[in-house]
């Protein structure tokens, strides 16, 4: 299922997967092409940083180890940890929509542009 997905930065439509980067920007996630993310980047706050591709992998991994272990305090009673908590879910929950919205509709690059 293949959906028109515009840059945030260039508003020219994002063709394939490996050209595409998430990132949060006002509470919300916005796509934008590579170079368009480099430059807005380059101009302004970064943020979270890119949301989608290996980085998003790794960061949600991180993510499960510190609610598993946030969580197990929160059980036993420490409610301080319970930010820990709440901060790591809403990111995974940021990357899960980035997925979900964007990233999914998106085709692979063709293998002659490797
Ligand atoms: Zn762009």
């Not at 959906?3 to 508003?11: E, L, V």
């Not at 430059?39 to 591709?53: A, E, Q, T």
């Not at 036993?76 to 940890?81: I, M, P």
Request: net charge negative; proline share 3%; aromatic share 18%.
């Amino acid at each position: 299922m293949e959906k028109s997905i515009s840059c945030h930065k260039c508003y020219e439509e994002i063709t394939y997967k490996e050209d595409l980067v998430t990132a949060v920007k006002f509470f919300t996630v916005v796509p934008y092409h590579t170079d368009c993310f480099a430059i807005d980047s380059y101009r302004s706050f970064r943020g979270l940083g890119p949301l989608n591709g290996f980085r998003g992998i790794i960061v949600i991994a991180i993510a499960c180890l510190f609610i598993v272990t946030s969580l197990v305090e929160v059980v036993n009673g420490d409610l301080s940890f319970l930010s820990i908590v709440i901060f790591w879910l809403l990111l995974v929950y940021a990357i899960i929509y980035s997925y979900w919205k964007y990233e999914r509709h998106l085709k692979e690059l063709p293998d002659q542009y490797y």
